[in-house]
């Protein structure tokens, strides 16, 4: 079995990095998931975005911890989870800055896995 290591970037994903990053995350990742706290639409998501995430939804669970996050209370946040594509990469690089990816205008903590469900990028906690 690989050994993997995690490690932390030391420098924002936006612009060049953020493209690269997600270019190469289209070759060892599959699910791209979201912490989906609000009832009603994020105002930060564009049609298309929403399009990308209606078209790859696979399915949501209710979850106290997620990649990079846990609740410190028992409370049960939904977490949603889609094919990771091209169409999530545009969706996830049209923010320019991954940092700027937070909750209210957007879904919280995007994060990334491998097809066996191990984490291959989430934010930092």
């Not at 050994?3 to 994903?13: K, S």
């Not at 989870?81 to 320019?96: D, P």
């Amino acid at each position: 079995m690989m050994r993997r290591t995690p490690f932390a970037l030391t420098e924002r994903l936006r612009g060049n990095l953020l493209n690269e990053v997600l270019t190469l995350a289209l070759e060892s990742c599959s699910i791209l998931g979201l912490v989906w706290r609000l009832d009603d639409a994020y105002p930060g998501l564009s049609e298309g975005m929403t399009s990308a995430l209606e078209t790859e939804f696979l399915d949501e669970t209710a979850a106290t911890a997620w990649p990079g996050a846990e609740l410190r209370s028992e409370e049960r946040v939904p977490v949603r989870h889609y094919r990771e594509g091209s169409r999530t990469k545009q969706m996830l690089a049209s923010v320019g800055d991954l940092a700027e990816w937070h909750n209210p205008e957007l879904p919280d903590d995007p994060h990334l896995l491998r097809p066996d469900g191990s984490t291959w990028m989430a934010p930092r906690p």
